[in-house]
C-alpha cells in the first residue's frame, strides 16, 4: 500500500471512521494471519491472535503517534499476542508437548492439484519445516518468520520483537544455525 | 558446527545464507563445512519457499473479520463534547466524532480532495449562546486538482454548509492543511 494512502486510511480511523479501519483489516489480516500461523502452528489458535491483535489496534489505534509505524506497530501487537498465546499453552501442557498433539496442531495441508507423490513429499517437507520452526525459541521463531517469510528489514524485527537489531541478529543466527542442523538428509 | 554463528572454517552461517545465490567462491569451493552449510542452507531456502507459496493460500474464515468490525463497532471512542449551545443552566454538546465525521463527509465530496484528520474547537459563545465552531482538517489532494483560492472557499463553504444543516451548529473557522499529495 502507498504511504499516503496508508496514513489516510489509519488518519481517519483513528477519528473513528470505521470503513476506513475495515480497509486496514482487509489488508493487514493476512499478514498477521500468516505471522500467526508460524508462530503457533494452528489454525485455530491463529484466528484467535488475529482478532485480538485487530480488537486491540482499534482500542489502541489513537495512540500511534506515526501513523506511517501502523504496519509495524501492528506486527508489534501481533507478535505480543503470539507470545502470550505461547505463554498459556505451555503453562497448561505438561513438560512436553505430546508427539500425537504436535503432529495435530502442525499438519499442513497438502498443495491442491498437485500429483499424489509431489503432494506426500510436499507435505512431509512441509512437516519438516513446521516441525523444526516449532523445536526453535519464540523469540528465535519470531525473528525468522518476520524475516524470512514476512520480508521484514532488521529495524522493523526489532521493533515488532520489543528489542535492538543487534538481539536480532543474534537470534537469527542461532535461528539459522539450528534450522540448518535439521536439514540433515535432505539432499 | 560450532556453538556460535561460525562454521569451522570461520566462516559465519549468515555469509553462507546471503550467498547461496552466488556462485561459491574460491574458499566454499574447496571447504567441505561450507559445501555442507549451502546444501543444508539451499535446502532450507527451498522449504521456506514452499511455505510461503502455502501460506499465501491460508487466509481466515468470515467470522474472523465480522468479530472484529462488530467491536469496533461497538467501541467507538466519542472524543472529545464540543458545546455548541451555552445558556445559563444548560448547553448542548456534540461529540468531535461527530463533526468530525460530517467535516470528512463534506471534503471527501469536494473535487480532488480526501480529508484525514479533524480537530475541532469552540469560540467564545455569541449573545444567544450559539457557540461557533473552529475546525482544522487535513487533507490529501489529487495532484491533478484544482486547489486555488476559489476552490478552497468553495470547500470551506460546503464543510460549513454541511455542518450547518446537519447539526446545527455555526462555523467560524475552518483552517485546511494540506499533507499531502496523491498521484493515484
Known amino acids: 500500500m502507498e504511504e499516503t494512502e496508508l496514513v489516510t486510511l489509519v488518519s481517519r480511523a483513528q477519528d473513528g471512521d470505521l470503513a476506513c479501519f475495515e480497509r486496514l483489516v482487509e489488508r493487514f489480516e493476512d499478514r498477521v494471519f500468516r505471522l500467526a500461523y508460524r508462530m503457533v502452528g494452528n489454525r485455530h489458535d491463529a484466528e484467535d491472535i488475529v482478532q485480538e491483535t485487530f480488537v486491540g489496534a482499534w482500542e489502541k489505534l489513537e495512540g500511534l503517534r506515526h501513523p506511517e509505524a501502523f504496519p509495524t506497530w501492528l506486527y508489534r501487537l501481533s507478535a505480543n499476542r503470539c507470545r502470550d498465546a505461547l505463554r498459556r499453552r505451555s503453562a497448561c501442557a505438561a513438560d512436553s508437548m505430546d508427539g500425537e498433539l504436535m503432529d495435530e496442531m502442525i499438519a499442513l495441508p497438502a498443495p491442491p492439484g498437485a500429483d499424489p507423490e509431489r503432494r506426500a513429499e510436499g507435505a512431509a517437507s512441509m512437516d519438516a519445516l513446521a516441525r523444526l520452526l516449532q523445536s526453535l525459541p519464540a523469540e528465535q521463531r519470531l525473528c525468522w518468520v518476520l524475516r524470512e517469510m514476512q520480508g521484514l528489514g532488521y529495524r522493523d524485527i526489532a521493533e515488532a520483537a520489543g528489542t535492538s537489531e543487534t538481539v536480532v541478529r543474534g537470534r537469527l543466527a542461532r535461528a539459522r544455525r539450528t534450522l540448518a542442523q535439521g536439514m540433515e538428509g535432505w539432499r | ?184
Open chain 2, 1 to 184: 558446527m560450532n556453538d556460535d554463528d561460525r562454521l569451522e572454517c570461520g566462516r559465519t552461517i549468515d555469509s553462507v545464507w546471503s550467498s547461496l545465490d552466488a556462485e561459491p567462491d574460491e574458499h566454499q569451493r574447496g571447504c567441505a563445512f561450507c559445501r555442507e552449510a549451502r546444501a543444508r542452507l539451499r535446502r532450507l531456502r527451498d522449504l521456506t519457499r514452499e511455505a510461503e507459496a502455502d501460506d499465501a493460500r491460508l487466509t481466515t474464515r468470515p467470522g474472523v473479520r465480522r468479530r472484529i468490525m462488530d467491536f469496533a463497532r461497538t467501541h467507538v471512542r466519542r472524543g472529545e463534547q464540543i458545546p455548541v449551545q451555552v445558556s445559563p443552566g444548560s448547553s448542548v454538546g456534540i461529540s468531535e466524532r461527530a463533526i468530525a465525521a460530517a467535516v470528512r463527509e463534506a471534503a471527501d465530496a469536494h473535487p480532488g480532495v480526501t480529508a484525514r484528520r479533524c480537530t475541532v474547537w469552540g469560540g467564545e459563545p455569541s449573545p444567544d449562546g450559539s457557540v461557533p465552531l473552529g475546525i482544522r482538517v487535513g487533507l490529501v489532494l489529487r495532484a491533478t486538482a484544482d486547489f486555488g483560492p476559489l476552490s478552497q472557499r468553495r470547500l470551506r463553504e460546503r464543510v460549513a454548509r454541511l455542518l450547518t444543516s446537519r447539526l446545527g451548529v455555526a462555523v467560524a473557522t475552518v483552517d485546511l492543511r494540506v499533507e499531502d499529495v496523491t498521484h493515484g
